[in-house]
């Protein structure tokens, strides 16, 4: 059985597996870099619901970003989280579904380390 380092699990269905095969090195870079361009473009950050929304305008726009679903966004912003390439800002925004949501932002690796600001900084 092909190894997808942490991709999925054994237990996993037959659509995870393959899923899972769809996600190459390059096809993950292009969605981050992606990510990353949408952020940059909005300095004051935005949530992964608002990410989700603007890379799809993106994609619209540069047909050579990959299509992929909101979990895969949100799998693909937290890796740059970890990272140190996207932060939290402290602040949260209203979703659609009424809950709150993390905004995040593009940052600098000296950044990486930086407190969040504080809700209504």
């Known amino acids: 059985m092909t190894e997808f380092r942490g991709k999925v699990r054994d237990r996993d269905p037959e659509p995870s597996w393959d899923a899972a095969e769809l996600q190459t090195e390059d096809r993950v ?3 981050q870099a992606g990510i990353l361009a949408v952020l940059m473009n909005h300095p004051t950050g935005l949530s992964d619901e608002q990410i989700v929304d603007h890379y799809e305008a993106q994609r619209f726009l540069h047909p050579s970003l990959p299509n992929v679903t909101a979990q895969s966004l949100r799998t693909r912003r937290k890796a ?3 990272e140190g390439r996207v932060r939290a ?3 949260r925004v209203p979703t659609r579904h009424g809950a709150t949501a993390a905004v995040w932002v593009a940052c600098s690796p000296e950044q990486k380390d930086a407190p ?3 809700p209504g900084q």
């Open 80 to 82: 740059l989280q970890v």
């Open 116 to 118: 969040a600001a504080r």
């Open 29 to 31: 870079a292009r969605v």
């Open 89 to 91: 800002t402290g602040r």
